[in-house]
């Protein structure tokens, strides 16, 4: 894997931009979990633009057909450079295999407007690692929708921003010790405790030694919460000090499926939930809030994030395109309408 510190080697890696060109990027690799990968703004005054979708993938049903109806509309008014997904991809358990229907009946076949024909990226989430998990990193889902791009953690950098996507389901400790009836594909994973050592140091290195504008991070589960799920315990020892230490903006994950905006209260970092591609959990949350919480919505949705270097506007909407929610921030200075 791509490594940040040590001895290191190079290797090439096709990524396909926006733009539908297949660049050629450089990748340090050595014993480490992430790898970088740029992803140049296209835009002439050097903006981003883009949406984030979390628990999506269910064939159309629950209204993830309609979510993605507005999402091309909302992507089409933005030209957005690039979508995001948080995660659980394809219910209930990931794919069987990289020829598996699913993976055309849930995204290809949904995902369909010209405005949506971006690049995704997009991280594993917990019921993905109940299927094949690394049929969703293979590079052959490139060749059946150019738009696929998945691993388990890895940096995208642009001219203003770096995405920090990080691999959180590991972290969580249920998942090992009380699996139920679930059963979990760890291959690149073991040993547990190595992979979780690595990836939280050279998450640590490349937040320290960034110097964008705005540092961004992805994962699956959330940090904070009030949905169904709640904390993630796990992200709150081992995550949420390097995010703090580090000058990170947002962290955005989905898991609980709804949408969710919670300010730290001991930091700069904003916790933007966007868990509502399809299935929502109606009136399953905690009804007595609790610190930092600016909004919560119980039903499905997305949400859409404009950059440029001085300004955030973080929006979200509902499965019928309506407003629910707008955060403003600037270097320096957060505020929510």
């Known amino acids: 894997m791509g490594g940040l510190g040590g001895t290191t080697s190079l290797s090439l890696f096709w990524l396909r931009i926006p733009a539908f060109i297949s660049v050629i990027v450089a990748v340090s690799v050595a014993s480490a979990e992430l790898q970088h990968f740029d992803h140049?703004?296209?835009k002439a005054d050097g903006s981003l633009s883009f949406l984030v979708i979390?628990?999506?993938?269910?064939?159309?049903?629950?209204n993830q057909s309609q979510v993605a109806f507005q999402m091309g509309r909302v992507a089409d008014k933005l030209n957005i450079?690039?979508?995001?997904?948080?995660g659980d991809n394809f219910y209930d358990d990931g794919l069987t295999g990289i020829h598996d229907p699913a993976f055309q009946y849930s995204f290809s076949d949904i995902y369909t407007a010209n405005s949506l024909q971006?690049?995704?990226y997009n991280v594993l989430g917990n019921h993905d690692?109940?299927?094949?998990?690394?049929?969703?990193?293979?590079?052959?889902?490139?060749?059946?929708?150019?738009?696929?791009?998945?691993?388990?953690?890895?940096?995208v950098h642009n001219e203003i921003a770096e995405f920090f996507f990080v691999d959180t389901t590991p972290f969580v400790?249920?998942?090992?010790?009380?699996?139920e009836d679930h059963k979990y594909d760890w291959r690149g994973v073991l040993p547990r405790k190595k992979y979780l050592s690595n990836l939280l140091k050279d998450l640590e290195t490349a937040l320290r030694d960034s110097s964008a504008k705005w540092k961004i991070v992805v994962g699956?589960?959330?940090?904070?919460?009030?949905?169904?799920?709640?904390?993630?315990?796990?992200?709150?020892?081992?995550?949420?000090?390097?995010?703090?230490?580090?000058?990170v903006d947002m962290y955005i994950n989905g898991h609980d499926h709804c949408l969710e905006h919670i300010s730290s209260t001991s930091s700069q970092i904003e916790f933007l939930t966007s868990g509502g591609g399809s299935k929502a959990w109606k009136g399953d949350f905690d009804k007595n809030g609790g610190y930092g919480v600016k909004f919560y919505y119980d039903g499905q949705g997305f949400m859409s994030v404009e950059?440029?270097?001085?300004n955030a506007k973080v929006v979200y909407y509902d499965v019928f395109g309506k407003v629910l929610h707008v955060v403003n921030l600037s270097k320096g200075l957060h505020y929510a309408i």
């Open 220 to 247: 699956h589960h959330p940090v904070r919460s009030i949905g169904h799920h709640g904390d993630t315990k796990e992200l709150l020892t081992h995550l949420l000090p390097i995010l703090e230490a580090n000058s």
């Open 81 to 86: 450079d690039f979508v995001v997904s948080t």
């Open 129 to 155: 690692y109940r299927g094949d998990v690394e049929a969703q990193l293979n590079p052959i889902l490139q060749t059946i929708d150019h738009r696929w791009f998945c691993q388990r953690s890895f940096i």
């Open 173 to 179: 400790d249920k998942y090992f010790l009380k699996p």
């Open 54 to 62: 979390g628990d999506w993938g269910r064939r159309g049903t629950y």
């Open 40 to 42: 140049p703004s296209v």
């Open 307 to 310: 950059l440029d270097k001085m």
């Open 118 to 120: 971006k690049q995704w």
